[in-house]
């Protein structure tokens, strides 16, 4: 029947009824298709008149049954009476049991249904949040910052446009000026002001070598990934102190923290030292001395204080005078 087909537009179904009353006391529309679901409207007059949403049974709603936030309206054409409006609805829909609305006021004839989808998320079988199938800003903000990440990536990558050499230790990297000054006020001003490095349009980085370069250059890019950074991380703590690149730094002194253990405390707290690290040198600190560690590398000690700077010593000697002051 040609009032059983629904209209949709955007979020919006629209079901048009041209008969209904005492002799038609049910109808079933035909499906249409609201985001990756297949929907029905059916409308019964018993007492009341009761309208129901539900998803086609199918595969797709059997494996990822719709969570849907919506809004009903139903009007009479030709009358002057008020339309009704439900409040805002929101539920896993799986059968037409899953929601009814009964509407108190008792339509006959010709009227319209109309269904304003406001979110549709797909159920989570295994728990946890359903997941809007609709970008919201976060979404496109997220798929935005992926597109952008692969471009610069191909950019590293393949040497598209590149305007800058890079000189290593043992061979020489491309890059972009824009990329570099943009990530590091160093970088900017070596190419804002009449240094060599702007005239040249090459950079000598010789204390890194090429594949430790290439880490700092993927993080850069946001191409990096986490066993890279890993494995060079003290070489970019380096270069990110040389260049004033911030977020490296942050970056990793939070990782150095993560795996101190008697074999690197040492190391690492002359790391800190030199780089101004302060929650890398107090994690080292309470290391050694809050937790007794100190005893494990006793060995190690005598050449770490020929060779620590002066100042640490000191430092260390009033945190051991602290932790071990009488009580």
Same mark, same amino acid.
């Given at each position: ?163 800058? $050499? @890079? *000189?290593?230790? +043992?061979? !020489?990297?491309?890059?972009?000026? =824009?990329? %570099? /000054? ?19 349009? $090459? @950079? *000598?980085?010789? +204390?890194? !070598?090429?594949?430790?370069?290439? =880490?700092? %250059? /993927? ?21 990110? *102190?040389?260049? +004033? ?8 002194e939070e /990782? ?27 994690g080292c ?6 937790f007794g ?35």
């Amino acid at each position: 029947m040609a009032d059983t087909k629904v209209e949709t537009i955007a979020r919006l179904a629209q079901w048009k009824i041209e008969n209904f009353g005492p002799t038609v006391p049910y109808k079933r529309s035909e499906p249409f298709k609201i985001g990756i679901w297949n929907w029905h409207l059916s409308v019964e007059k018993n007492r009341s008149i009761c309208i129901r949403l539900f998803p086609e049974p199918s595969r797709v709603s059997k494996e990822q049954p719709p969570i849907a936030q919506f809004v009903l309206r139903v009007t009479t054409s030709g009358s002057n009476r008020r339309p009704y409006i439900s409040p805002i609805h929101e539920r896993v829909l799986r059968t037409s049991d899953d929601f009814s609305c009964i509407v108190d006021i008792n339509f006959q004839g010709r009227f319209v249904i109309d269904v304003e989808f406001l979110d549709l998320k797909v159920y989570p079988v295994n728990g946890g949040e359903g997941s809007s199938i609709w970008p919201i800003d976060g979404t496109m903000q997220s798929l935005a910052t992926q597109t952008t990440l692969k471009c610069l990536s191909r950019m590293l990558d393949e040497g598209i446009h590149a305007d800058v $050499t @890079i *000189n290593t230790s +043992d061979g !020489t990297l491309k890059a972009h000026k =824009a990329i %570099l /000054s943009s990530s590091s006020p160093v970088f900017q001003s070596m190419f804002q002001h009449n240094l060599k490095e702007k005239e040249s349009s $090459t @950079i *000598n980085i010789e +204390d890194m !070598t090429t594949e430790s370069c290439m =880490a700092l %250059l /993927s993080y850069l890019y946001g191409a990096i990934n986490q066993k890279d950074f890993w494995r060079h991380r003290l070489a970019l703590l380096g270069a990110a *102190n040389k260049y +004033d690149i911030v977020d490296l730094k942050d970056a990793c002194e939070e /990782s150095l923290l993560e795996d101190i253990n008697s074999g690197n405390v040492l190391e690492r707290l002359q790391e800190a030292w030199l780089y101004q690290l302060d929650k890398l040198k107090k994690g080292c600190l309470m290391y050694l001395l809050d937790f007794g560690k100190i005893y494990d590398v006793r060995e190690e000690m005598n050449d770490f204080f020929r060779q620590a700077d002066r100042e640490l010593v000191v430092e260390m000697f009033q945190e051991l005078l602290a932790v071990w002051k009488p009580t």
